[in-house]
């Protein structure tokens, strides 16, 4: 069983930053990868960043170059920088992992980034 955490959400104006934060209660330095997704109102839920234990990174094209992802194994936690966030950056952000053959969710952060 896996529980994760997120943090950092927030209202901001375009142009700005925010750090979310993914704190689980296992010990992430076996997981192989950590992900955020995010989804908009009405639409799908989307994979937005990937970081993998052998500290490879994915990310959507409608994010790279903006965010940035990263996990710290000591702490268990994983985090997201995004900069430059535009109003269709607003979302609600899950972190989510596949742990011992089963997909686990947090709840989830807001993010509103208004024009």
């Known amino acids: 069983q896996v529980e994760l955490v997120e943090s950092g959400g927030d209202f901001v104006q375009a142009g700005g930053s925010l750090r979310l934060s993914c704190a689980a209660s296992?010990?992430?330095?076996?997981?192989?990868?950590m992900n955020w997704y995010r989804q908009a109102p009405g639409k799908q839920r989307e994979l937005v960043a990937t970081a993998t234990r052998a500290e490879n990174t994915y990310y959507s094209v409608s994010v790279k170059g903006r965010f940035t992802i990263s996990r710290d194994n000591a702490k268990n936690t994983v985090y997201l920088q995004m900069n430059n966030l535009k109003p269709e950056d607003t979302g609600r952000y899950y972190c989510?992992?596949?742990?011992?053959?089963?997909?686990?969710w947090g709840q989830g952060t807001q993010v509103t980034v208004s024009s």
């Open positions: 296992v010990n992430i330095f076996s997981i192989n990868d």
């Open positions: 989510s992992t596949y742990y011992q053959w089963q997909r686990y």
